[in-house]
């Protein structure tokens, strides 16, 4: 196979795991159905007959079982992947990440080490039923102790899950579920990728600077190329991660347009939005030519599928706060 | 035998369901014991033991000093020098017992009470106050004493202990036969950290890998205030043959029977052959911690039933009796044990307090620019003070 080739984001995954595999022979991948099935995504696919079952371990159903096995194995000196096989089904794993993923280095004064990551297939637009449709990153964004990053597109995917593998802190590592996928794009291996905790600028523009990760980049993609058309340019950065923050990319690019829309799933209430906003208004307060707008899902349990494209935050909510930054 | 109604009839057998009160029993019939509390040695088909005079000795040293560190600990938190205490008098033949048993190569995971083991694991017990005291969490390093840091939160490190048994295996440090180099995890837990999840999803995992963990069970009867038939309706042993694997009930007041039931449990663990559940039956004589109020809900009846089993107590008898002991081995014992009180009194009040801004220290192993930020800014702020008290 040549140098190149086109692949989706479940695909850019899964050959990153691999990769990660491959480099070290520490790397387990714990979860439910990840061995023969491959993940009811398939991200793991394949792993399991090539790693054997002591590495890709198929787990009981237990997602507390599931973590804080993966803390001892990581005392032990191995590095856990753990695949949590839906984002609403973190919770009953919700203790041990917060209180004990989250807290061992600094309980320990740096003599644990918890070099783990949690893989969180995220967002919704799938048409599942309850609970396979959140966006849980501010609750983890908020734990100290716990980085968080999210992938959008699949070169990111097959980069981003060996650096956060590699990397000696715990890892929450958000895949937006409805990119799995859909979009190809080009992968070169041989490339040398950005570092994990940094944001990029996906689109150059002047107008309105809009922050987006995970599954609303593309949405905030689609807006800008609508917003083109309009005659108007919007800067789109694909932050990638959460916590901690890469703001430097967002100043500078605030500081040129002055106004700001950030879009995320989650509730906006107290969400990554909320952060951003705070953040730029005490950075670049005197460059702002309008307040940030936040679009994102409602206060609202996510609703039923039937109604869940109305509740996402699309291209049409994207653009009309556009228009409003723009009014002000 | 209990004058409580037994639930259930027909299918669910009586004896299955039993509800057992913790004033009446005795530990039921299944009880492993090898020292009554009269200090008579009696014997079991199953777990019995040599022991050298030696060894029964170090055993007695063992508790005694672990009683004193109880003890004094005890009185400095009455001293305001710690802000909480948990006390573990009555539960020291568990400890040691259990701490004993280990080798050199195994791992354990400890609640917040595990005092002895630590003791047993070689760790300064002026480095256990810490966390009482506020000063750290926990200053010892887990990975060279092979003992991790307490956990407060109740039952959460038993999914750790049988984590770590599954690397254990992966490491193929798992029935090679070698005594050096096979492990075993042992993972402490109350009675009420029983109905935890963690606790029984560690229970399906160990299972379910046979991983090579004992699980071992302080059954002091109370969880705070509440007791032993709030939290379950078998004896707690009886579980572990619902997981598929093997539960023993030690008298945990019995240094020599848990010792020589651990240490069976270990081996089995060591050789490959999984999981075991043991239940160290005891009694809380203290407080569940310093700033409980036993006086609310226990019974002063029960306290005293219990004190005639201290397992202090019966070890000196059976050393007395049996010409074990001189005179000279107590008064060295005595003097041992008031030097470590001395030790941890002084230690204590000396135990400096962290810096603020180590608080930014080890947060994460590669910190980040936001924290770096902030520990910068807070360092600016407390130094725009200074000298202005001068
Ligand atoms: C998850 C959780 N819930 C509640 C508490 C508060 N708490 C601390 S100790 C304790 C009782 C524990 O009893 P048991 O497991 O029997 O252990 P013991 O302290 O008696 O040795 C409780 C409720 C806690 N630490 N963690």
Redesign the interface.
Known sequence: MSGLQKITLAKGLNMGLRKAMEDDPKV?IMGEDVGKLGGVFRITDGLQKDFGE?RVID??L?E??I????????????R?VVEIQFDGFVY?AY??IV??VAKM?????????M?MVIRIPFGGGIGAVEHHSESPEAQFAHT??L?VVACSNPVDGYWMIQQAIA???PVIFLEPKRQYHADKLELDESATPAPL?TSRVVRTGSDVTVLAYGPTVKTALKAAEAAESEGRSLEVIDLRTLS??DMAPVFESVRRTGRVVVTHEAHVNLGMGAELSARITEECFYSLEAPVLRVGGFDTPYPPSRIEEEWLPDLDRVMDAVDRSLDY | MSDRPTVGTGTFGPDLVEVFGPSQQDGGPELVQLLTPEGERVHHPEFDHDFSAEELRGFYRDMVLTRRIDTEATALQRHGELGIWAQLLGQEAAQIGAGRALRPQDYV?PTYREHGVAYCRGIDPLNLLGLFRGV????W???EKNF??YTI?IG?Q??????????????GAVGTGDPDRDAA?IAHFGDGASSQ??VN??F??AA?YNAPVVFFCQNNQWAISEPIERQTRIPLYQRALGFGFPGVRVDGNDVLATYAVTKAALQRARDGQGPTLVEAYTYRMGAHTTTDDPTRYRLSDDVEHWKLKDPIERLRVYLRRNGLVDQAFFDDLDQEAKDLGHHLREGCKALPDPQPLSVF??????T????VAQRDGYEAYLASFEGEHA
């Open positions: 387990l002591d787990s009981p237990a507390s079982g973590v804080g096995t993966a803390v001892g194995m990581a005392l032990r000196g191995y856990p009953p203790d041990q209180c004990q280095t600094f309980r320990s004064q740096g003599k644990s080490k070099p100290p102790g980085k990397h000696d802190d905790f901690p923050l | 995971f750290d969490q926990g200053s390093d887990p990975a991790g840091l939160v959460a038993v999914l750790h202990g049988v984590g770590y048994a599954m690397g254990i295996q992966r490491d995890v999840g963690d999803e560690g399906i995992f379910s220290d080890h947060v994460f192993t590669e980040t620019d936001e924290l």
